[in-house]
């Protein structure tokens, strides 16, 4: 039966859309299997027929389940939410969820994607200060939404697809030596997040792709 056989992710150790999946697969226990897409070696592996194949978007993640494929991690998400069993990552109370989903979109559609690889390999030397700014900007929106909706997560004190996609953009913030003090709702609950054990194991650092130097 097809869905019985373990799911397959192919994604990338750094890349914040698999860690986001990666961290919904370990809230839900659910055991998988990865298959690497190195997204610099060779210009970048997903650009190869064969993963083309996978995902015509030519983007991880791009998840093999239950006899289908599936791209884009909300998406991902949202499928596993409604077919295994574990705790919701969607609240069943309508404004909560409309919430959680408000939360997830801004980052995935409005933060992540202006200062994704794609994007900053256009800009060169500018990279840097291209991601900073548009993470800022999305900060500056993200931190007065969080201050309304936050309790121990962002949305209350129940975990939600909104805290899969907080930690990764936190992530990418920090690599980009953006000012996390200014935003001390966002940084509380990040420290909060990866104190979790989900988040955790599906740290860039501990994955099966992870280089040796960036291991932890």
């Known amino acids: 039966m097809a869905a019985q056989t373990k799911p397959i992710l192919y994604g990338y150790f750094r890349s914040s859309c698999s860690w ?3 961290i919904a697969f370990a809230l839900k226990g659910i055991e ?4 690497a897409v190195n997204l610099i070696q060779d210009g970048g592996q997903q650009h190869t027929q064969q993963f083309e194949s996978i995902n015509p978007m030519k983007q991880v993640p791009a998840v093999k389940i239950d006899g289908i494929t599936l791209c884009q991690s909300l ?12 705790p919701r990552l969607l609240p069943a109370e309508p404004k909560t969820r409309a919430q959680v989903r408000m939360i997830s979109d801004l980052i995935a559609s409005g933060i992540q994607p202006v200062q994704n690889l794609a ?13 900073q700014h548009f993470i800022n900007q999305g900060f500056q929106a993200l931190e007065p939404i969080l201050k309304e ?15 899969t996609c907080l930690v ?10 953006v000012d996390m003090e200014q935003f001390p709702t966002i940084k509380r609950l990040n420290q909060t997040l990866l104190e979790m054990e989900a988040f955790k194991v599906s740290h860039p650092s501990r994955q099966p792709d992870t280089p040796p130097e960036l291991r932890a």
């Open 20 to 22: 986001r999946v990666r």
């Open 119 to 131: 994007v900053l390999q256009k800009k060169g030397s500018e990279k840097e200060q291209w991601a």
């Open 75 to 86: 998406a991902v998400i949202q499928y596993i939410d409604e077919t295994r069993p574990g």
């Open 149 to 163: 909706t936050a309790g121990k997560y962002c949305v209350g004190d129940e975990i939600s697809m909104a805290d």
């Open 32 to 35: 998988y299997d990865q298959i």
């Open 168 to 177: 990764p953009q936190v992530y990418n913030a920090e690599r980009f030596n």
